[in-house]
T-cell receptor, first 114, second 111 residues
């Protein structure tokens, strides 16, 4: 199916464990983004990517690692999960950032760190 | 640092009434977005505003942008229950490599 998907949709992990959240889009959009959503903070940009092998930090990158070896995939890794990383994570994609294109959001991953 | 402030954060209104949500931002922007989010769901794009004086309308929602005042508004006309959701504005200053969301306005429309 065309669109943007995230997996897993729900994840519970323990403090100190590594966890990877997956994001896949079928539109061949150049730009992909990772956000976290916490109550009272709206969405905050973690990392974004302008193309394969090009990534850049957003507002809250500490504790996260991203890679983008293929245009369609943009995994987000928490190297050593902490309770403060309990959140809902949204991936988004866009054809271009410097234009009128909006971002298309995935369904989200609810991550709980115990 | 780019800051984006929305107000009000909570809005309860009667069906049929009009109201406006405000989005102020602190630096020159390249574009401004409005999104809708239903509870437990993802975000849906409503509007993208690019230039000063831009106005876009879709159904009972109308968004406008005043870049000189660094202000965008989302006006709701004759509210209906189906508009109940959380509305976010977001500002992208891609030339300065920054993008921020407002905290969101939770709108409840009561019959």
């Amino acid at each position: 199916d065309a669109g943007i998907t995230q997996s897993p949709r729900y994840k519970i992990t323990e403090t100190g464990r590594q966890v990877t959240l997956m994001c896949h889009q079928t539109w061949s959009h150049s730009y992909m983004f990772w956000y976290r959503q916490d109550l009272g903070h709206g969405l905050r940009l973690i990392y974004y990517s302008a193309a394969a092998d090009i990534t850049d930090k957003g507002e809250v990158p500490d504790g996260y690692v991203v890679s983008r070896s293929k245009t369609e995939n943009f995994p987000l890794t928490l190297e050593s999960a902490t309770r403060s990383q309990t959140s809902v994570y949204f991936c988004a994609s866009s054809p271009n950032r410097g234009s009128s294109y909006e971002q298309y959001f995935g369904p989200g991953t609810r991550l709980t760190v115990t | 640092e780019l800051k984006v402030e929305q107000n009000p954060l909570f809005l309860s209104m009667q069906e049929g009434k009009n109201y406006t949500i405000y989005c102020n931002y602190s630096t020159t922007s390249d574009r401004l977005y409005w999104y809708r989010q239903d509870p437990g769901k993802s975000l849906e794009s409503l509007f993208v505003l690019l230039s000063n004086g831009a106005v876009k309308q879709e159904g009972r929602l109308m968004a406008s942008l005043d870049t000189k005042a660094r202000l965008s508004t989302l006006h709701i006309t004759a509210a209906v229950h189906d508009l109940s959701a959380t509305y976010f504005c977001a500002v992208d200053t891609y030339n300065n490599n920054d993008m921020r969301f407002g905290a969101g306005t939770r709108l409840t429309v009561k019959p």
